[in-house]
């Protein structure tokens, strides 16, 4: 199994709504950066992410699940952008903000840490132990 870092804009796409597609999930769609995208080629059905609240709040809220490996983006008919399905698994027990995670030495090698803007990204199983223990879960 590999871990992921998932970043929507809450006024876009919000940890509840994620919630409320339950088991059914959703696509991870309209990601337009070929790195990113490359990062979803290599999910597996089964791997973990954080879903991170971008822009404000700058938080991991939640965790979530792939449920279906990469395929064509339904939101283009440009065949240079795929996504995954992701299912939410539970929220944190404590959002844990960016600022927390930079205060940590042992984070300080994140993708998140040292490239924010990238949509998705890897996480090591430390960090994501790290991250989970922050979170309460």
């Known amino acids: 199994m590999r871990y992921w870092l998932f970043k929507s804009e809450p006024s876009t796409w919000s940890w509840d709504q994620q919630m409320a597609r339950g088991n059914e999930g959703e696509e991870w769609d309209g990601v337009r950066n070929y790195q990113a995208r490359n990062f979803m080629r290599e999910m597996a059905v089964g791997d973990r992410g954080f879903f991170y609240h971008s822009q404000s709040e700058k938080a991991v ?67 994501w132990a790290i991250i989970c223990r922050m979170g309460g879960v």
């Not at 279906?68 to 283009?76: C, F, G, K, L, R």
């Not at 903000?97 to 994140?110: W, Y």
């Open 61 to 127: 809220v939640g965790l979530v699940e792939v449920i279906a490996e990469a395929h064509p983006d339904s939101t283009t008919g440009d065949a240079r952008w795929d996504c995954v399905d992701i299912k939410a698994i539970g929220p944190m027990k404590t959002p844990v903000t960016l600022e927390q995670i930079k205060a940590r030495e042992e984070l300080a090698d994140m993708i998140l840490v040292r490239n924010s803007r990238l949509s998705v990204q890897p996480v090591t199983e430390a960090e």
